[in-house]
């Protein structure tokens, strides 16, 4: 069976009312006798998310469940982000050009150009760009330190988290309106609930992917 392309408009048209977003470490670990606690990472971190859709008249609930079937469980993925990180904290009507590149990077460090003059970035502030074989894989990347650009755009030591992945392309393309990852159901599906004779309410939990 061909892999589908992502759903991109899993959301369009529907509210949100609860959300949990956050960032997962894969670690294990254990401790010495003396109490010292040794460490290791076993993959990459990776986003988790869930949300609550707002409750939906049931004549136009099929349509979003047709959505979530059309995934086809895990094995299709679709886009999501943080809807309190849709914009960058400085602006929040996404009133600026979206028109960053990576000039260079380390692991969690990353210099930036082409931004408009004087640009604001706030720790918190989501961005995202493609990368990998034929830009097939997408980065969720968070801010964790405050950086303005320079007059010319340029914008240097921007600290984030997770780590870089590889295959991070330099001169490639960095947005940082409605920042989004790829994500895949949990196995558990989704939830649907009746609320009363007029309307459903439907929530669902997922995990970033890097399935395509």
Partial sequence: MAILPAVTNLFQGV??????FKLVSRQEFSRTASGVTIGRDLGPALWQASYTLAPIRHEDV????????????????????????????????????D?????????????LSGLPAGFIITAGDYMEYDYGVGNQLRALLQVVNDVTATGGGVAEGVEFR?????GT?????VRFKNPRALFTLNTD????????????QLSFSATQSFLR
């Fill in 15 to 20: 509210g949100i009312t609860e959300q949990q």
């Fill in 162 to 166: 997770p780590f870089i992945p590889t």
């Fill in 189 to 200: 599906g989704y939830e649907q609930t009746v609320i009363d004779s007029l309307f459903t």
């Fill in 62 to 97: 099929l349509r979003v469940e047709a959505k979530l079937h059309s995934l086809n469980g895990v094995t299709r993925g679709f886009y999501a982000g943080d809807i309190r990180g849709r914009m960058p904290h400085a602006y929040p009507d996404g009133a600026f050009n």
């Fill in 169 to 173: 392309p330099i001169g490639g393309a």
């Fill in 99 to 111: 028109t960053g590149v990576i000039a260079s990077f380390t692991g969690s460090t990353m210099n």
